[in-house]
């Protein structure tokens, strides 16, 4: 038992004997009291109904501090339950429901080469291609979804096609560098790196030939949407 308990039990018996008192002594000046003659000693006189009010009053009395004192105990266990700590895995479970997934990083394409605008294309997931191969002379890729009948097409010699582009890694700058090299459609899974190789339009070819990573994409010709940009 805490000390404040210990200091309201110590109040209750006090306040219930002070009761007691008052009530006897009530009931005695209402009963009356005799004096013997001989002695002069004086008799109260007090009523066994009397005596049996105030022991049930105090009873009542010391009850109702009893039960006083139980409820504040509930109530102090209750609000420490209430204010401790959550419960294993709620803290980590709110903690996952507000945390923010990281941005993917924007892939930096830089169109430096090949006379052609397309570092604003948007990635078009309706055309994939896939499993590049890049040789010394040329490169091959496969068609994993065809090119959208809304994208803009170029007119050729050959009929209308879309800008096949190359590109390797700028470790310096951390970008994709390259640009438009050849024309393509639907039907060609391979093309000639000749123009590469050439210099065409500012292709820088001592850069292509050194380059640890290249990579390789499809554009429409109007340079707002593009495929997939697959690595080899």
């Known amino acids: 038992m805490d000390r404040m308990a210990k200091l309201r039990s110590t109040l209750g018996f006090v306040a219930a004997f002070a009761l007691c008192f008052v009530v ?25 109904r009397a005596v049996d009010f105030a022991t049930n009053a105090v009873r009542e009395y010391l009850e109702g501090l009893d039960n006083a004192a139980r409820g504040s105990a509930q ?9 401790g700590p959550p419960a294993t895995g709620e803290g980590e479970a709110a903690t996952s429901q507000h945390r923010e997934e990281p941005e993917p990083v924007a892939l930096q394409l830089d169109f430096r080469y090949g006379g052609f605008k397309g570092g604003s294309a948007k ?29 803009k097409r170029g007119e050729t010699k050959k009929g209308p096609m879309i800008v096949a582009c190359a590109f390797y890694f700028e470790e310096k700058s951390g970008k994709w560098v390259g640009g438009k090299f050849d024309w393509i459609d639907e039907h060609r899974a391979s093309r000639s790196l000749e123009n590469i190789k ?31 940009l697959v690595e080899d």
Not at 75 to 81: H, N, Y
């Open 198 to 228: 050439g210099g065409y339009n500012g292709w820088n070819t001592g850069a292509w030939n050194a380059a640890k990573r290249r990579a390789f994409c499809v554009v429409s010709a109007d340079g707002k949407r593009r495929s997939n």
């Open 75 to 83: 109530a102090d266990s209750s609000g420490a339950a209430e204010s």
């Open 24 to 48: 006897i002594c009530l009931v005695a000046a209402c009963a009356g009291c005799a004096t013997d003659p001989a002695t002069g000693d004086v008799t109260i006189r007090v009523p066994a």
């Open 123 to 151: 990635e078009d997931s309706r055309c994939r291609i896939g499993k590049l191969k890049i040789g010394g002379d040329s490169l091959s890729f496969k068609w994993e979804g065809g090119i959208p009948s809304d994208w």
